[in-house]
DNA sequence: ATTATATATATCAAACTGATATAGATACCT
DNA sequence: AGGTATCTATATCAGTTTGATATATATAAT
């Protein structure tokens, strides 16, 4: 999905501005995808000279002024026409896959170049990283207004069991089977 | 992890060219890991000029002829060297998760905007791919020198036992739920 | 005061990808 | 015999993206 549609379609939950676009890809969305603040920010000076957002100067107290960008609607039949065709690109592709770059398999992988402690140390880290995912993804208390536009969406239901359902088997299966590894 | 030190281990399991690197990320490894041509190629011209490895030009009937690469007592040293500091780096920086860009969740983020047929197309390839994908996983037949290179090591064993896990909890739960996303 | 931290925007060198070019060899079709 | 397609194989590069850095305002802590 390009980074326009990607832009457009948080922006269709409610009106941002760049920092908080790039807080929600730091919440539970980044375990799906993410962009640096290098591709948000230029995205968005591009979508708004292309009338595709408004862009309000807006003054707070106690922090800093921020442009918060609200989707016109020439920027949400965008935002459809692009899904429509992301989605038809992605059948169309025959690669149903998502792109991961993993750190953790790799340093598995060549396991045996590591000393013991050093190994299980990698694997105990990534143990209670999963295991805070996991209350994340399970909380249902309150949250910022950023994340919470992103639970309001119906199919976060969804993501978010399957979320829960695949950390808690990984969970699982690492805590059982990790003896392996030596 | 730095691609040096990815390709450097790739190459402890056996001499390989750079087009048979690139096919073992595009076996079981791409669900972990990927590095594309303008990467791999590069880096393994610097590695030679390093001395990190070596290079035969080997002629083969019915195909072009390739470069193949072996890694020196000098490249394993590197390797081991290089594959302790990202372990140590990886356990400081405090950053324990994947890097993910899935296409998939997205379009489920988004799913209102698209018609009922072509989410349900959309799912139904997934849940196709993801059977294909567990089935790579288990099949323990035989297959290219390049994936029975890295079958062989023993951490596979693990990995392939977590893939198959994850991949099998996540088909039970989207077959049970997918009705949640209409 | 100084340091640290958080919010906020912006820019850019360095790295990486995806596409393209080139080329040898086989295979199939007409 | 010629044309097309496919697979193997190496190489390059424009365009994109990241990760780091710069700049600035404001609060809080030492």
Redesign the interface.
């Known amino acids: 999905?390009q980074k326009d549609t990607?832009c457009l379609?948080l922006l269709s939950l409610g009106p941002r501005s760049g920092y908080e676009i790039k807080q929600m890809f730091e919440g539970p969305l980044?375990?799906?995808?993410?962009l640096s603040f290098g591709t948000i920010y230029p995205t968005l000076n591009r979508l708004q000279s292309e009338k595709y957002v408004s862009c309000k100067q807006l003054s707070q107290s106690k922090k800093p002024d921020k442009k918060v960008y609200t989707i016109t609607k020439k920027g949400k039949d965008l935002?459809?026409e692009n899904?429509?065709g992301?989605?038809?690109a992605?059948?169309r592709s025959g690669n149903?896959?998502?792109?991961?770059?993993?750190?953790?398999?790799?340093?598995?992988?060549?396991?045996?170049?590591?000393?013991k402690e050093?190994?299980e140390?990698?694997l105990n880290?990534?143990v209670?990283?999963?295991q805070q995912?996991l209350q994340q993804f399970k909380y249902d208390g309150p949250v910022p207004s950023d994340l919470q536009a992103?639970r309001n969406?119906?199919?976060?239901?969804?993501?978010r069991?399957?979320a829960t359902?695949?950390i808690?088997?990984?969970l699982?299966?690492?805590e059982k089977?990790?003896g392996?590894?030596n």
Chains 1, 2 share one sequence.
Request: hydrophobic fraction near 45%.
């Open positions: 999905m990607l379609g980044s375990d799906f995808y993410s935002m459809k899904l429509l992301d989605a038809s992605y059948i149903f896959g998502d792109q991961i770059k993993s750190e953790f398999f790799l340093l598995l992988l060549f396991a045996k170049y590591l000393p050093t190994l140390t990698v880290e990534r209670l990283f999963l995912k992103l969406e119906k199919s976060i239901t969804f993501i069991g399957l359902t695949l808690e088997s990984g699982n299966y690492m089977n990790r392996k590894l």
